[in-house]
């Protein structure tokens, strides 16, 4: 199982090379490199994605991405229901992503006040501010449950993270 994560991984992280970056877990909704300036999700609507969606824990779960850009300030966002266009609901704190390769998560807790609850259908939704002034987006759909284990094993073994966070003192 974990040389089938590995080889996945490897895979996806080939096929973007020349992508701006793409989301690996959650599974993104899809390929938006033409398009990838395109708010909210890149120009890759939801329909795509009836039947992409993946099992998220109720409390929280992983974002695995994989940026191409050196820098990028990074937010992370949430849009609960279906056929989502606001995604206002921050669950990163903004961030400055160092380096290129493959960034993770392995858990990201939800807000408690959402009265999230098993069945809930989501957008996750992933903005880079690129050096050069460019807004890339990129959106992953989720379906909250109870019993969802997680990304597949061996997913989160090739991260590197380097994270600097934005605050009111920067």
Same mark, same amino acid.
Request: net charge neutral; with cysteine.
């Given at each position: 199982?974990?040389?089938? *994560? &590995?080889?996945?991984?490897?895979? +996806?992280?080939?096929?973007? &090379?020349?992508?701006? #970056?793409?989301?690996?877990?959650?599974?993104?909704?899809?390929?938006?490199? !033409?398009?990838?300036w395109t708010? !909210?999700?890149?120009?890759?609507?939801?329909?795509?994605?009836?039947?992409? $969606?993946?099992?998220? %824990?109720?409390?929280?779960?992983?974002? &695995? #991405?994989? %940026?191409? @850009?050196? @820098?990028?300030?990074? /937010? +992370?966002?949430?849009?609960?229901?279906?056929?989502?266009? $606001?995604?206002?609901?921050?669950? &990163? !704190?903004?961030?400055?992503?160092?380096?290129?390769?493959?960034?993770? /998560?392995?858990?990201?807790?939800?807000?408690?006040?959402?009265?999230?609850?098993?069945?809930?259908?989501?957008?996750?939704?992933?903005?880079?501010?690129? +050096?050069?002034?460019?807004?890339?987006?990129?959106?992953?759909?989720?379906t909250l449950?109870?019993?969802?284990?997680?990304? %597949?094993?061996?997913?989160?073994?090739?991260?590197?993270?380097?994270?600097? $966070?934005? *605050?009111?003192?920067?």
């Open positions: 199982m974990q040389f089938l *994560s &590995v080889t996945l991984l490897t895979a +996806v992280s080939a096929s973007t &090379v020349s992508a701006h #970056f793409a989301v690996i877990y959650p599974y993104w909704r899809g390929n938006s490199y !033409p398009t990838q708010y !909210p999700c890149g120009g890759v609507n939801q329909s795509i994605s009836d039947t992409n $969606r993946t099992a998220w %824990p109720v409390d929280g779960g992983a974002l &695995v #991405f994989t %940026p191409t @850009h050196d @820098h990028a300030q990074t /937010f +992370v966002n949430l849009g609960m229901g279906n056929n989502v266009t $606001r995604l206002n609901i921050t669950i &990163v !704190p903004t961030f400055n992503q160092t380096g290129n390769g493959t960034f993770c /998560f392995p858990k990201i807790t939800l807000p408690k006040d959402l009265g999230i609850k098993a069945g809930d259908n989501a957008s996750i939704q992933v903005i880079q501010l690129t +050096v050069n002034g460019d807004a890339l987006y990129n959106c992953a759909d989720i449950k109870a019993d969802a284990v997680g990304p %597949p094993e061996g997913i989160l073994s090739g991260c590197i993270n380097t994270v600097r $966070r934005m *605050s009111k003192e920067n």
